[in-house]
């Protein structure tokens, strides 16, 4: 069976910093792999997908990589602000249905 | 293209009530998904439908809880006879036809408190 582990479960950073948030899951055989972005009592945003022949993906201050092998994936955020204040959700696309397997994700503060 | 919605946003009901939520995917996308997300924790799948045939389900699903997508467009998830457990998001997501590796797009959610 699949798992998703996000660790820790909160970070609070200063605005401006840079900051690595990871994500492991015990099953290599996986399609792909997404972060997402929940705000307090909303859906998810898709940040960044990598499939499982890439190694990474970027979008804007956004980095994600992926270590298939290893079972291991980083967000990397740049110059932290305040609007990145949000729950941030890794999951894997596995499994002939597709279906998608979340950690618990991680709470992110940004102070100004 | 007006992203996958849900209705309703929110509901409140007292223990013992059905309910019953609806959730309209991107239009052409075949494959919808459910899932349940509980505070503090990440969302779990529930069940999958391609086109109108359900062809999977999560052993979470108990028999209060069906699913149904009649036409292979809208689907509709019923809770019966509701407990207090069940209060949770339910988030629907949607995903094209061509490839099994396509994104989930997600809709907002359904947001069910049982008092």
């Known amino acids: 069976k699949q798992e998703v582990t996000q660790i820790p479960a909160a970070l609070s950073v200063p605005e401006g910093e840079n900051l690595v948030l990871n994500c492991s899951f015990t099953d290599s055989a996986i399609y792909n792999l997404q972060w997402f972005r929940q705000d307090p009592g909303k859906g998810l945003t898709s940040l960044l997908l990598?499939?499982?022949?890439?190694r990474e993906q970027t979008s804007g201050r956004l980095n994600a990589s992926l270590d298939k092998s290893s079972g291991r994936s980083t967000l990397y955020i740049a110059a932290s602000q305040p609007g990145d204040s949000a729950t941030y959700l890794c999951?894997?696309?596995?499994?002939?249905?597709?279906?998608?397997?979340f950690g618990k994700g991680i709470t992110l503060s940004v102070r100004p | 293209d007006t992203g996958v919605s849900q209705n309703p946003r929110h509901k409140i009901t007292k223990r013992g009530q059905n309910v019953t939520f609806r959730c309209d995917p991107i239009?052409?996308?075949?494959?919808l998904y459910w899932y349940r997300q509980t505070l503090g924790q990440g969302p779990e799948f529930l069940t999958y439908?391609?086109?109108?045939?359900?062809?999977?389900k999560s052993r979470l699903l108990s028999d209060r809880f069906s699913a149904e997508r009649p036409k292979g467009s809208f689907s509709t998830l019923e809770i019966q006879r509701t407990e207090q457990g069940d209060s949770a998001m339910y988030l629907c997501?949607?995903?094209?036809?061509?490839?099994?590796?396509?994104?989930?797009?997600f809709g907002p959610g359904t947001r069910l408190t049982v008092l």
């Open positions: 990598i499939q499982s022949s890439q």
């Open positions: 997501a949607s995903s094209p036809r061509d490839r099994v590796t396509d994104t989930q797009y």
């Open positions: 999951a894997v696309l596995t499994g002939a249905n597709s279906k998608l397997t």
């Open positions: 239009s052409e996308h075949n494959r």
């Open positions: 439908f391609q086109n109108e045939a359900q062809l999977e």
